[in-house]
Nanobody, 121 residues
Framework: QVQLVESGGGLVQAGGSLRLSCVASGVLFRIDDMAWYRQAPGNERELVASISRGGSTTYADSVKGRFTISRDNPRNTMALQMNSLKPEDTGVYYC???????????????WGQGTQVTVSS
């Protein structure tokens, strides 16, 4: 059983910072691409940032220069440092990862349960 658990969300004023973390647990063999998505009320879920196993990163235009994604492969963790937060960054942030386990050679895509980020103006 694979689990992704996010933490670090909360309420912050505009201009402030938050750091989100995601931990993958279970009988893991390999974690490939990892990503953060977010979903605001009434909106579709959107990609915020992604990171490959080798550390290559991509960012949504709206967060470039403000957010930094990172990962620690031996610890099966990923983080999102969010600076200069804006009210439009408000939403539920989800961890996403492509993971294979010892029980199966196939890679499956997994989601965390989400963590709420609220930025007040």
């Amino acid at each position: 059983q694979v689990q992704l658990v996010e933490s670090g969300g909360g309420l912050v004023q505009a201009g402030g910072s938050l750091r989100l973390s995601c931990v993958a647990s279970g009988v893991l063999f390999r974690i490939d691409d990892m990503a953060w998505y977010r979903q605001a009320p009434g909106n579709e879920r959107e990609l915020v940032a992604s990171i490959s196993r080798g550390g290559s990163t991509t960012y949504a235009d709206s967060v470039k220069g403000r957010f930094t994604i990172s990962r620690d492969n031996p610890r099966n963790t990923m983080a999102l440092q969010m600076n200069s937060l804006k009210p439009e960054d408000t939403g539920v942030y989800y961890c996403n990862a492509d993971i294979s386990t010892l029980a199966s050679p196939f890679t499956n895509n997994y989601w965390g349960q989400g963590t709420q980020v609220t930025v007040s103006s």
